[in-house]
């Protein structure tokens, strides 16, 4: 095995920042140590493989981004990005683990529809992966494989209060998985829209003649957003299941999250940059079709009701607790335009998984959040939160070599064709510049981004089996 000495940097946690070199055997961090520490009167440096200068740089654990969704069949077509494409381009942006969302439908066996995801990304990975479990149809069998699935390192489970005919389950529904999940310590994943009132409203706006994008965020209003946060919140509270929604857009569903907390519950909340930094009214309602790249659901709020500050300050005190992307990348070309005419017919998803690290980021330098927060919010807890922490999220002995080494001093350019490796044929955040750049990316101890040029491997990546929250109250 090589050995690997990352020496001047400023390694930073979730709990602070200190001047120490990192000493990798192999596949593990084996040592933080002193500047310049010697080993039996030797300079490390001459004993290593390798020497990786990360002075004036800081140096942070690999991000986690625990919400992907890579080749996800969607409204007629499928997600853009393979594994194989979407981990190359988490890789560029700083993020060595994904965790993905394997697909129940109605009327599949849950473990044919796990055994369908594990084809698709065995071998094709740039870097480590794990799954989450959409259930499709809440039924006898789905809730006794969500027993099983736990010794497969499948702990959390995702149910739809939105999507009807498709994800959708109603309330007796959510409320036996949920039971299920108390009872096996899982955590419940909540995509928290009322489904059936968003239906009416799509169809009355589409009646109007309304059919641009601007509609698709008009039509999911915060008000179903809140209700349905507040619903979940409540069938938690009865059975006793951690919660944990995903992509909290409304600053008034993150009130209700921030209430339950105080309360003692068990219920967490992801937000996602689109929230933090897009909007309804300049991006969905760009002019013509345009809007259509920012389609996703939960939708871009208004800034006039000032949802990204409140999103950024429940950041800072932790009524939210992790940045993830959902990142669900459709081109413009034959998967958006399926929408022309027709805004339900948009494939929802925005493509973000390359520059997640990056935009918070941003935030520290904009003063929103601490560089430690940073840290915490994209690698530290989410590896806790979903049952890999000590292995990933942490720059600590024993812990998996997943390194980033960041440079403040730097600068990118975000935007299609500059910081762009996604399969997608536009960007989402076309001319944003983020004061800050990723240099040097390794993942259990292999080199994977360096020099501006990718020196990973496709099939890289394992497969992570998971243990249960180690984040619960």
């Known amino acids: 095995m090589s050995t690997t000495l990352i020496t001047g940097g400023t390694v930073v946690s979730a709990t602070g920042r200190r001047q120490a070199d990192v000493l990798v055997d192999g596949e593990r961090i084996v040592a933080l140590l002193e500047p310049g520490s010697t080993l039996l009167g030797s300079d ?12 004036g740089r800081y140096v942070i654990p690999g991000g986690v981004d625990a919400h992907t969704h890579m080749e996800m069949p969607f409204g007629g077509t499928s997600a853009s990005d393979t594994f194989e494409t979407g981990t190359t381009a988490a890789a560029w942006g700083g993020t060595t683990t994904i965790i993905d969302f394997a697909i129940q439908r109605f009327g599949e066996r849950v473990q044919d529809g796990l055994a ?31 027993d099983e699935l736990i010794g497969e390192g499948i702990t959390s489970f995702k149910l739809f209060m939105a999507y009807p005919g498709v994800f959708y389950s109603t309330d007796d529904q959510i409320l036996r998985a949920m039971q299920t999940a108390a009872g096996n310590g899982a955590t419940i994943m909540m995509h928290a829209e ?9 169809a009355q706006h589409l009646a109007r003649g309304e059919t641009t994008p601007y509609y698709h965020g008009v039509s999911r209003p915060w008000q179903l957003e809140e209700e349905a946060t507040h619903r979940a919140i409540m069938l938690a509270d009865l059975t006793g299941a951690p919660l944990y929604v995903v992509h909290v857009s409304a600053k008034q569903a993150i009130a209700q999250i921030a209430a ?3 309360a003692g519950k068990n219920v967490f909340a992801e937000t996602c940059p689109q929230y ?9 309602g760009a002019p013509g079709f345009e809007g259509a790249k920012w389609v996703c659901s939960t939708p871009l709020r208004a800034r006039a ?35 022309l005419g027709n805004f339900s017919k948009i494939p929802n998803g925005i493509g973000s998984v390359e520059h997640r690290m990056d935009l918070l980021y941003q935030g520290v330098v904009d003063g929103r959040i601490s560089l430690e927060r940073w840290v915490e919010l994209c690698s530290t807890t989410p590896a806790r939160m979903f049952g890999l922490y000590g292995r990933k999220g942490v720059i600590e002995p024993g812990a998996d070599a997943d390194v980033v080494i960041y440079d403040p001093n730097g600068h990118t350019s975000i935007g299609y064709g500059k910081t762009h490796h996604m399969n997608m044929d536009h960007s989402a955040w076309e001319g944003f510049e983020i004061d800050g750049h990723v240099d040097t990316v390794i993942s259990r101890g292999t080199l994977v981004i360096d020099d501006g040029a990718f020196r990973g491997r496709i099939g890289h990546g394992q497969f992570l089996k998971r243990g249960l929250s180690q984040y619960l109250l």
């Open 305 to 339: 009701e000032g949802h990204q500050d409140e999103m950024w300050l429940a950041l800072r005190t932790n009524d939210a607790q992790v940045v993830s992307t959902d990142h669900c990348p459709f081109c413009m070309k034959d998967q958006k335009e399926l929408g």
């Open 44 to 55: 490390l440096r001459t004993t290593v493989d390798t020497v990786i200068d990360a002075t």
């Open 260 to 262: 339950a907390r105080n």
């Open 116 to 146: 369908t995801w594990h084809e698709k990304a065995a071998g094709n990975c740039a870097i480590d992966y794990g799954f989450h479990q959409i259930i499709g149809g809440v039924d006898e069998d789905a809730l006794q494989a969500m």
């Open 194 to 202: 009322n489904g059936p009132a968003i239906d009416a409203l799509v």
């Open 276 to 284: 933090l930094y897009l909007s309804l009214e300049e991006q969905l």
